[in-house]
């Protein structure tokens, strides 16, 4: 009976979907139509032209008029993306979408985004409120516009509110969260400070590898720890069953990052600057970015825009080129509270004691009861509602003050060169980022976007008390202090999210940068590299060699080399047919990346028994885990062998793993299916829509077509499940022509539109697809409205 209920509920989503979309063509309000409408705000006459793949190219008298537009044509695309994401931070998913989202929600109320994204559109400059305002009057009027909704609100049976300049400074919030959240990173610092000698903290989170050190021209901010053997040696005593502590160190995270890079003059065939941007970012449907072209007075911006923000995000404006990768930097801080004793609602500061601010919160949940806790804070931030000791801990976080976020970026329209742009990024709020940069000229730069704290008393890696007075922040890093990097003799600049400053520089950046490989691959190929264009950019951003695994295909080849075994020598084949890169045919790669992650676990998470017992939610991540693991097994100490119970030493222990990694590889294949050791069969890219879980039956129609792909965790050409290149950008300002773009996806978030997944074979392939939008299509006029007429 339950089974006939399902597919009846299926069927009638199908029909419901099928009527929804002969709505759509009848009142013509898919993306693809011709319109002509009427718009309040309008100061004149403006239009948009539609490509063959739903980009638009907008028309307009002014910026107010061309944000407009934008906001207007973006929601007819996008408006339930749109309205996830301010959900998302303002804590209301679970109120359309159920209780399994009351967590989350309850976590966006304590850090109180909502509050923080209204405190900031009371304090931005006149000028970005009225593109906030104009963008949030083109959304509404779209909205209106709609004789059918997008098929998700029916589904969820809601309707979308109002837009409001707040909501696009909580889409901003959202990158500023997905990007620059690092108190877990923190957390565990902490827990491992507390459980394990210095040294041993010390050796397992090195601030660099060999790679970064060799970008840095062997000017790293220290040396590499060695071997700590007398201390480790000790916290291997007595620590039980493996079974006990296995999974206490994983695979770290890929960064949500980026790759990004300039070259210069000197390295083109004719004198042009190129960027290349490619962002990593969950993978999604549809995708994070819109592509756009906006054209206003003398202005014309190309590239990709944020849906609900008013903001050309990474392209150019025909004289300069601009791209963003994330710092990984630090820009949070735990603050460890110390209660009064006496009153625990009252806390130390250097002022002495202070009440708590508390406010209460209510989150509403579809299908239960409302959620009411009540939410504390200090004058450093919100109170966590859970740490993982005993200490009461505050935030204190760049993305909560007000003054840190803005629209400053909106001037990039106007920069004629790198170093006005390099200005305006130093001077702009937002997500701390690397700002690469390439101007007309011919001239490359980099720098960082966003306010990165100025510490003192304190490095931020670890959490503290702040009540002495003796620590803390002393604002932020004044925009001329902030590093700068003008065409520099390489005649290129890289950035991949590793450490780009040595420790020379004076301020805390961060701690927890991704190792160098990346950075370190493309410019080894930059160096070699004469006469670039632009298709040679594009072929560097799909480059896949994985030279980082070579260390673990020498040693698996080692643990087989004198084995007699016929399933080991025909591994041994497998692994030394590996050809060095990640492809789709790369044949044993799959072995050696879950080699790796059973080496990660097996030899790093006995170290770390004593933070269980500090945090019993302790795990072990690092981006540059791979430095201790390598040490240690390239130097194998027999007394810090992690399992001596079973295995008499580190060949024996390491073989069970190498045979272990060849057994998740085959799981579900028979063993004669050779097929099973090639990369595109265990790499297969999958991005699904938020609903196609609870509507099976339409996974065909909401996900984009699964496929094998090209690229790993430590490629250039970055993919992993659910994470990878958001888009690919090349381009060269002055040259938009010669441009390349495109993204997974499409265009639209309606399931029934020709541009749901229209770029997604080029973006899986790597197809090339021009930046520019191609020749129009359709074409949406529009005209003002005045109050009276209204």
């Known amino acids: 009976m339950r089974k006939i209920t399902l597919y009846t509920l299926l069927g009638l989503t199908v029909l419901a979907l099928a009527c929804m979309y002969t709505a759509y063509r009848f009142v013509g309000m898919l993306p693809d139509s011709d319109i002509k409408a009427d718009l309040k705000g309008l100061s004149a006459p403006a239009y948009s032209e539609i490509d063959n793949y739903g980009i638009p190219t907008i028309h307009a008298n002014n910026k107010e008029d061309a944000f407009l537009l934008l906001g207007f044509i973006t929601a007819r695309d996008r408006l339930f993306q749109m309205d996830l994401l301010r959900r998302h931070m303002a804590g209301r998913l679970a109120e359309v979408m159920g209780p399994e989202l009351k967590n989350t929600d309850r976590w966006h109320r304590v850090m109180g985004f909502e509050q923080v994204a209204h405190a900031i559109v009371e304090r931005l400059p006149q000028e970005q409120k009225r593109v906030l305002e104009a963008y949030a009057l083109g959304v509404n009027q779209a909205i209106k516009s709609l004789a059918v909704l997008p098929p998700e609100f029916s589904l969820l049976g809601y309707n979308p509110s109002a837009w409001r300049p707040e909501d696009s400074l909580l889409v901003i919030l959202g990158m500023e969260e997905d990007l620059g959240w690092t108190g877990d990173e923190e957390r565990m610092t902490t827990v491992m400070e507390a459980a394990l000698p210095k040294s041993v903290t010390q050796f397992f989170l090195p601030p660099v590898d060999l790679y970064t050190t060799r970008l840095l021209n062997g000017k790293a901010s220290t040396a590499i720890p060695s071997i700590p053997t007398k201390e480790l040696s000790a916290l291997l005593h007595n620590i039980g069953n493996p079974e006990y502590y296995a999974g206490l160190a994983t695979k770290a995270p890929p960064p949500k990052g980026s790759n990004g890079w300039v070259v210069g003059s000197a390295k083109t065939w004719d004198g042009r600057a190129i960027l290349a941007n490619d962002m990593h970012l969950s993978l999604r449907v549809p995708n994070i970015w819109y592509r756009a072209e906006i054209r206003y007075g003398d202005v014309a911006l190309t590239g990709l825009t944020l849906p609900g923000v008013p903001l050309l995000v990474v392209g150019s404006n025909g004289n300069v080129a601009w791209g963003f990768t994330n710092i990984e930097g630090d820009f949070v801080d735990l603050v460890s509270l110390e209660i009064n004793p006496t009153d625990a609602g009252s806390y130390r500061t250097p002022k002495g004691w202070m009440k708590f601010n508390e406010r209460e919160e209510t989150v509403k949940v579809k299908g239960e009861a409302d959620l009411t806790f009540r939410v504390q804070s200090t004058e450093w931030g919100p109170v966590l509602p859970e740490f993982s000791s005993v200490t009461p801990t505050a935030v204190h976080w760049v993305a909560l003050d007000p003054e840190a976020t803005d629209l400053h970026l909106l001037d990039l329209d106007a920069a004629k060169n790198v170093i006005a742009a390099q200005k305006i990024f130093n001077q702009a709020g937002g997500p701390p980022l690397n700002a690469l940069v390439a101007d007309s000229q011919g001239n490359i730069g980099w720098t960082y976007t966003g306010k990165i704290p100025k510490r003192f008393g304190l490095d931020g890696s670890v959490s503290r008390s702040w009540a002495n007075g003796l620590v803390g922040w002393a604002g932020y890093i004044l925009p001329e202090e902030l590093p700068r990097l003008l065409n520099p003799p390489s005649g290129f600049i890289v950035n991949a999210n590793q450490r780009m400053l040595d420790s020379s520089y004076p301020y805390v950046i961060g701690h927890y940068f991704d190792h160098g490989y990346r950075a370190y691959r493309i410019s080894e190929r930059l160096l070699e590299a004469k006469n670039i264009t632009e298709r040679e950019m594009f072929a560097l951003q799909l480059d896949t060699k994985a030279e980082f695994y070579r260390f673990y295909q020498q040693l698996a080849l080692s643990l087989l080399e004198k084995s ?101 590889v085959l799981a579900g294949h028979s063993a004669d299916f050779q097929e099973v050791f090639a990369w595109g069969t265990v790499n297969q890219v999958a991005i699904a829509h938020p609903f196609s879980d609870s509507l099976p039956l339409l996974q065909r129609w909401l996900d984009m077509p699964q496929a094998a792909v090209s690229g790993c965790d430590e490629c250039v050409r970055m993919y992993t499940p659910g994470i990878g290149d958001s888009e690919r950008l090349i381009v060269s300002p002055g040259r938009e022509g010669n441009g390349i773009l495109h993204m997974p996806g499409g265009q639209s978030g309606h399931p029934l539109s020709p541009h749901y997944g229209d770029q997604q074979q080029a973006w899986t392939e790597g197809i090339v697809l021009p930046l520019e939008a191609g020749t129009s299509q359709h074409r949406l006029e529009f005209v003002p409205i005045t109050e009276l007429q209204n």
Do not use: Y
């Open 564 to 664: 007699q075994d016929k399933e080991q020598i025909h591994l041994a084949e497998i692994l030394n047919k590996w050809d060095g890169f990640a492809e789709r045919d790369s044949v044993g790669f799959a072995v050696l990346v879950e080699f790796r992650k059973l080496l990660l676990d097996a030899v790093i998470s006995p170290f770390m028994v004593k933070c269980r017992e500090h945090d019993p939610k302790f795990r072990f991540t690092s981006t540059m885990a791979d430095v201790p693991l390598q040490q240690l097994l390239t130097a194998k100490p027999p007394s810090l062998l992690p399992d001596k119970q079973h295995f008499p030493n580190w060949e024996a222990f390491l073989l069970k793993l190498l045979i272990q990694a060849e057994g998740k």
